[in-house]
């Protein structure tokens, strides 16, 4: 069924390949011959646990590619580079990653290299040592940024202090880390049971397939239940206050839960949200930014974790304009269900949508990583593909239906980082640190 705003853009290519090894490896392969190179990305999903053990797995991430138990960390970069190939890992509370690209001609050769590291890293107190000091400064040191207080005490008022502790990583459990702690850590999760590698860029599917077969192959599966878990449902509520002291700019940050993108009406909710604050032509980034001045980084959007979705709000505005932003944020969720997205609106952000996420997607290496993240989530390998076809069948009652549903203010819930003159009208009865919205 086409929508009434129909759109008859091109899809994205389908990945030519997705099977699943023996050992529980997802592979996904997808031809783009554009130039002579493969974009690689490997997910290694995980479970939280412990309070701040993030730091942990990012400790572990940081050591991953500092060589392997046969070669040292000079040896493994000039391996790589002789492919003109590199490679970078991360980790959050969900996931390791890692993230590169290489000549088309050595992807045997660079997987190899890569699983070599993968399955065997080099975690000797000489390599442990000195990253270990400077992930614990690095963490310590970006705790203290407004985004990531901002952040910190969001996670805090939507799902409490135990899960929040669990998303946070301790800098002091970085830097006490030796050696042992990371060969545990390592053999409990970095399993191939549940990864996921994807391969896009100038190959041939099967040869592909057989070198990563051939390398990762042995690769162990690893615990069974090392799955992250769908975060808690939470409730609507007033916003919090955090104390920022002398804060001439104030951050708002709001929430609240929305449908996974497997969810058949993931398409329409995503259209209302484009109409209310996720593109630039949106009703808040109109009435807030443009109008009134109030801020000048805003805009909605979708947090997406596997089995799960938030709708987010964020605006950082001058101090000044704290009480009056809020204003307008709950006075545009009110007028959402009141004044349904019009036809009009709801064809603009159809288009926006089609058109921005063919151009995202439009290089090998954006197309692999789209991929990736989405895999992680949970939604299969064609999402991309047809992605321009659900939204083309998404009707108007569809997205009215959606914005009377999710937008409303009681449902929401967030903080405002902000000096406390800036919030003084807004608390209730002027103490406690619950805001009026």
């Known amino acids: 069924m086409s929508g009434p705003g129909a759109h008859h853009e091109p899809r994205l290519p389908l990945p030519d390949l997705d099977t699943t090894l023996p050992n529980g490896l997802r592979v996904v392969l997808c031809s783009a011959p554009v130039v002579p190179l493969v974009e690689i990305r490997l997910t290694v999903p995980y479970a939280a646990t412990g309070p701040g053990e993030v730091a942990l797995r990012q400790l572990l991430a940081g050591i991953l590619l500092q060589g392997t138990a046969h070669r040292d960390a000079d040896s493994f970069d000039t391996a790589l580079a002789t492919h003109g190939a590199a490679l970078i890992a991360g ?12 000549l088309a001609d050595s992807l045997p050769a660079v997987l190899e290299l890569m699983a070599e590291t993968v399955l065997a890293p080099r975690l000797t107190e000489a390599v442990v040592a000195p990253e270990r000091t400077r992930l614990a400064r690095r963490i310590e040191l970006s705790s203290h940024q407004p985004a990531a207080v901002a952040q910190q005490a969001l996670l805090r008022r939507r799902y409490g202090e135990e899960v929040a502790a669990r998303l946070r990583p301790a800098p002091q459990l970085a830097a006490a880390c030796a050696p042992e702690d990371l060969a545990e850590l390592h053999a409990r999760h970095l399993g191939a049971d549940g990864a996921v590698l994807v391969l896009v860029g100038d190959l041939r599917p099967e040869d592909a397939l057989a070198a990563v077969t051939d390398v990762f ?5 690893g615990p069974a239940d090392d799955v992250p878990e769908p975060p808690p449902s939470f409730i609507g509520g007033p916003p919090l206050w955090a104390d920022r002291p002398g804060a001439v700019q104030s951050m708002i940050r709001l929430a609240t839960p929305a449908l996974p993108r497997t969810d058949p009406g993931y398409p329409a909710l995503h259209l209302a949200q484009l109409v209310f604050g996720g593109s630039f032509a949106s009703r808040l980034v109109t009435h807030l930014r443009e109008e009134k001045g109030y801020a000048y980084q805003l805009g909605s959007g979708m947090e997406s974790v596997p089995g799960a979705s938030t709708l987010m709000i964020e605006a950082d505005t001058a101090a000044e304009h704290t009480a009056a932003a809020l204003g307008v944020i709950r006075d545009e969720l009110v007028r959402m269900a009141a004044e349904p997205p019009s036809e009009r609106e709801v064809d603009a952000a159809r288009s926006y949508a089609i058109g921005s996420i063919a151009t995202a997607m439009s290089s090998p290496a ?12 949970g939604v299969g390998a ?5 992605w321009g076809p659900l939204l083309n069948g998404v009707t108007y009652d569809a997205v009215s239906e959606a914005a009377r549903r999710f937008f409303r203010p009681a449902a929401f819930t967030g903080v405002v980082l902000a000096d406390g003159s800036a919030v003084a009208s807004l608390r209730r009865d002027g103490a406690g640190d619950r805001l009026d919205f």
Not at 91 to 102: I, L, M, S
Request: aromatic share 8%; proline share 3%; no cysteine.
């Open 91 to 102: 980790a959050d509370a969900r996931r390791f990653t890692v993230t590169g690209h290489t």
């Open 217 to 221: 192959g042995g690769w162990h599966p």
């Open 382 to 386: 064609d999402w991309l593909h047809g």
């Open 366 to 377: 954006s197309l692999a990583s789209g991929l990736s993240n989405l895999l992680h989530i």
